[in-house]
Each structure stands twice: as structure tokens, then as C-alpha cells.
């Protein structure tokens, strides 16, 4: 039961270069988020996507764009990397909030270095 | 906009000892999560606590929530270093919405010694 994964685990890129983090689940879960984690400042909302099809940005959306691409898969991309965006980048996914008491379920995160 | 207020941030604790970590949150809220991280990994689900004077306990964490004092506690009992990890209090943004966003705390980063 694999939950929710996410690639790569790792990832070095210098500035300006541009990636696609990839995040998917297998809980048939309706809504996916992406969070940033710095040290010291918890889990910040990047984006997310209450169901397939509809993508709204969170807290910290700046230098980042997301894809929906179905119900399984959520995507982030940075399109010109900076330092300011070194960080752990962890995707969750939930069964919609309003109809269910289930917490968001995490996958292990990719630690993301911009040189 | 939504603040999540943990204390301490940082709790260093001998085994056996009791101790309670705070989560303080800004606005209206009829639910709050506790999650656990070990160092490098993921985020666990603890606790989800939905209503006013909810009590969930396991082992020897037992978590409540006040939403008119707009608080939640996690209580240690008798602590071992197995709980050494860093705790995670998250509120949801939009009261009675299905859009499911969260606030996080902090963290408030555990260590139990011998």
C-alpha cells in the first residue's frame, strides 16, 4: 500500500534551472497539497487542489505553478529556481475535508538544494 | 490570516517525566490534528480532534481541544525516547469548508534523555 509518493527524493539544481516535482496517490483521495517545510517555520501551503480539475493557491504560491494532471497525480513546478526556494517540499493528499474526519496523509517529502 | 502558536518550540525532557506542549490558534475552529516527525521523514497522523472537549489518547499521549479557549494540548506521560520527535499542531483555514487547507505550528521538537 504505497500511499502517497513522491519524486525524486533529492534533487541539486542551480539557479534558474527549472523542475517538476511529481506527487501521486493510490487512496483515491479527492484533494492534494503541496507544502514547503524550512527549518524552524513548520509546513507552508504552496498550492493545492480540493478536487480534480481545480487548483487554488495557499500561503507561499510565489515561483511556482501546479498541474492537476487527474485524480491521482499533482504536480509542482518551478520554472526559474532560486536559493530562496532550498527547501523540503512534501506533498499530502485527503479525502475532502467537509465529508470526512481523516487527517491529510504525507508522502517522504523531496529535499530540494538551489545552488 | 490563520496563526498557529506552539510552546515550547524546543523541549528537552528526562524519561519518565510529564509534560504538556500548547497550540494557540487565531480564529474559529471546530477541529485541530497533531501529526509527529521523526528527523528526515515524513509527517504521521497523531490525533484528530473534532469538537469541543475532545480527548484522544494513546500510550502516553493524550491530546485535547478548548476551541473556545482556541487551545489544544499534548500531554506526555512519563516520557521514553521513543517520543523524541518533533510534534505538529495544524488548524484548517476555512471553517466548514471541504477545501481542506491547514495551518501548521512551528513544531515543537522533543527530546527525551535517560
Not at chain 2, 490525533?47 to 499521549?61: D, Y
Amino acid at each position: 500500500n504505497a500511499g502517497v509518493t513522491q519524486t525524486p527524493k533529492f534533487q541539486v539544481l542551480k539557479t534558474g534551472q527549472s523542475m517538476t516535482l511529481q506527487c501521486a496517490q493510490d487512496m483515491n483521495h479527492n484533494s492534494m497539497y503541496w507544502y514547503r517545510q524550512d527549518p524552524g517555520m513548520g509546513l507552508r501551503l504552496i498550492y493545492y487542489s480540493a478536487s480534480e480539475g481545480t487548483t487554488d493557491k495557499g500561503e507561499v504560491p510565489n515561483g511556482y505553478n501546479v498541474s492537476r494532471l487527474n485524480k491521482r497525480e499533482f504536480s509542482l513546478r518551478l520554472e526559474s529556481a532560486a536559493p530562496s526556494q532550498t527547501s523540503v517540499y512534501f506533498c499530502a493528499s485527503s479525502v475532502r475535508t467537509g465529508l470526512s474526519n481523516q487527517p491529510q496523509h504525507f508522502g517522504d517529502g523531496t529535499r530540494l538544494s538551489i545552488l | 490570516e490563520l496563526k498557529v502558536e506552539q510552546n515550547p518550540l524546543f523541549l528537552s525532557m528526562q524519561e519518565g517525566k510529564n509534560y504538556t506542549i500548547y497550540c494557540n490558534y487565531s480564529t474559529t475552529s471546530d477541529r485541530l490534528y497533531w501529526y509527529r516527525q521523526d528527523p528526515g521523514k515524513s509527517l504521521e497522523s497523531l490525533f484528530v480532534l473534532l469538537s469541543n472537549g475532545a480527548v484522544k489518547q494513546e500510550g502516553r499521549l493524550m491530546a485535547s481541544l478548548d476551541t473556545k479557549a482556541r487551545l489544544s494540548t499534548l500531554h506526555i506521560t512519563a516520557a521514553v525516547h521513543d517520543l523524541s520527535a518533533t510534534y505538529f499542531c495544524a488548524v484548517p483555514a476555512d471553517r466548514g469548508s471541504t477545501l481542506g487547507r491547514l495551518y501548521f505550528g512551528r513544531g515543537t521538537q522533543l527530546t527525551v534523555w535517560p
